[in-house]
């Protein structure tokens, strides 16, 4: 497992270095302001769908199912043609209704966008460019599945990258755009044909035969919709999240919608180094160990994945929680982006940082229920979770502004990873973690904490009088990496001879 999670995280942070390097040059040319704000609905609501509708749901849905008729030898080539035929119709009939709706979909979206604000205007125009994005991306989904069933994750994995890049270059080419808010939709809609073409000619050169079939309700697709459904729901459930902080933050200060989505891409990064790459990988492993009845094996592969998350998560939480700030302004402090903007984003990263470690072990608590076909307990768990994250949401957000909105979602995600992980042990899905070994990891984390807070200042001063140009950059990556190797060295220590029982 470990050898896939390594691919799979190796070729993730490529992409985000480079999706660093894209929302540099976005935060430099837009800022934080009203234009930047109508780029990131645009960009968003393609991609709720997404998270929604392709990602996903579809995964858990449809995955293990095909994981499983491949193993058995059964219908899955058959299966894989009618699925995506009903995915394309579906695709079809939604990209019809956003192209004709935009408006009264970004009323329901953005309330807080009056019908003769310019932000929405402009919002209206960029969402009918990206939104055929989510189509490609559905297909994309799909061959990604493909492709996974098989071990294979690179292409899968690296076909992300193709979106900062095709971003990149519209970016670069804006002068031809009407403004830079419409080279950068134009840039995510061509990266989506891009990444279908890398990822069908992935699936060929891996001798997967590709073919759509007319939707029909073959035992098989029956059974792919009835794992559907909950798990719809669930995407349903934890996009209500994501889309109320984008409902909310229209009605905070003009900037919000910004700061908030650049604290969130700082946050995404372990998320989709560590809890993404362990959720693909994990899903196709368990769905074919559940085929052939091996419960232990599966146990083993959820608690591997448990300590995975522990040992890795922590630290990263702490240096977003203490060197947030200086990430930030290093990164996107520069051109329209100015130090107010830095420091709001820096106190929402330090919000999201507190519900890390749970973020990232949601996605391998829930790949263990959607590999045995179980999609409903996840949706339970969520729908309980959400009850919290959407009150703390509505409590914080006047009082905290985007801050709490963050502070909300790391909320939820606790309570949801809680849940999640008692049912997974009250069911014998995970074992016991080791207490000593956890404590000792804590404690780890603790003093790595502490030496991190205590060279701060100092390393700041050193670099300013050593490096005055690039002082800042300077000194986190030296404190990072310091932190880093403190951790390193005390959870091997910590995790010496430890094998899942």
């Known amino acids: ?80 043609a009618e699925v995506l035929g009903w995915l394309l119709l579906a695709n079809l009939v939604l990209l019809a209704v956003a192209l004709s709706q935009t408006g009264w979909v970004l009323s329901l979206l953005a309330p807080g966008l009056g019908a003769e604000d310019p932000t929405r205007a402009l919002a209206i125009t960029l969402t009918r460019i990206t939104f055929p994005y989510l189509m490609c991306m559905s297909v994309v989904a799909y061959l990604g599945a493909l492709l996974n069933s098989r071990d294979r994750f690179a292409a899968t994995a690296a076909a992300p990258i193709l979106l900062n890049l095709c971003m990149l270059a519209t970016l670069w080419a804006a002068p031809l755009f009407p403004g830079v808010a419409q080279a950068a939709a134009v840039g995510v809609t061509l990266s989506g044909v891009a990444q279908v073409v890398l990822l069908a000619m992935a699936a060929t050169r891996a001798g997967i035969a590709l073919g759509v079939a007319p939707p029909r309700l073959s035992p098989e697709t029956k ?11 669930a995407a349903g459930a934890l996009q209500i999240s994501v889309l109320a902080d984008t409902v909310l933050a229209t009605f905070l200060p003009a900037g919000s919608l910004s700061t908030l989505y650049y604290a969130d891409r700082l946050y995404q990064l372990p998320i989709g180094l560590i809890g993404v790459a362990l959720g693909t990988v994990l899903l196709p492993d368990i769905g074919r160990r559940a085929g052939l009845g091996d419960a232990d094996g599966m146990r083993r592969a959820l608690d591997r994945a448990a300590m995975v998350c522990l040992a890795t998560g922590l630290p990263m939480a702490v240096l977003m929680a203490l060197l947030g700030d200086w990430a930030v302004e290093v990164l996107f402090r520069r051109g329209a982006f100015d130090a107010e903007a830095a420091q709001a984003s820096a106190a929402i990263l330090a919000a999201y940082a507190l519900g890390l470690v749970p973020a990232l072990s949601v996605r391998s608590l829930v790949a263990g229920f959607h590999g045995r076909g179980d999609t409903r307990t996840p949706l339970t768990a969520l729908m309980l979770a959400a009850i919290p994250n959407l009150g703390l949401k509505l409590a914080l957000a006047p009082v905290l502004g985007a801050a709490g909105l963050a502070l909300a979602t790391s909320a939820g995600m606790a309570v949801y990873a809680g849940l999640l992980w008692v049912l997974s042990r009250r069911r014998g899905h995970a074992g016991a973690l080791p207490r000593g070994r956890v404590t000792g990891l804590l ?37 990072g990496l310091l932190g880093l190797a403190l951790q390193a060295a005390g959870s091997a220590l910590c995790l010496r001879g430890w094998r899942p029982a």
């Open 1 to 80: 497992m470990l050898g896939k999670l390594g691919t799979v995280s190796g070729l993730t942070l490529l992409s985000r270095i480079f999706g660093f390097l894209r929302d540099v040059v976005l935060a430099a040319a837009l800022g934080a302001g009203p234009v930047a704000d109508a780029f990131m609905l645009a960009f968003r609501l393609p991609n709720h769908f997404r998270a929604l509708l392709a990602e996903g749901a579809f995964n858990a849905a449809f995955l293990p199912g095909y994981a499983a008729l491949s193993a058995s030898g059964g219908p899955a080539r058959r299966f894989g």
């Open 223 to 233: 059974a792919f919709f009835r794992r559907l459904g909950p798990a719809v729901l």
């Open 443 to 479: 404690g780890t984390t603790a003093m790595m904490a502490a030496a991190v807070l205590a060279l701060k200042a100092p390393l700041r001063a050193a670099a300013e009088a050593a490096l005055p140009g690039g002082a800042l950059a300077a000194a986190l990556i030296a404190l």
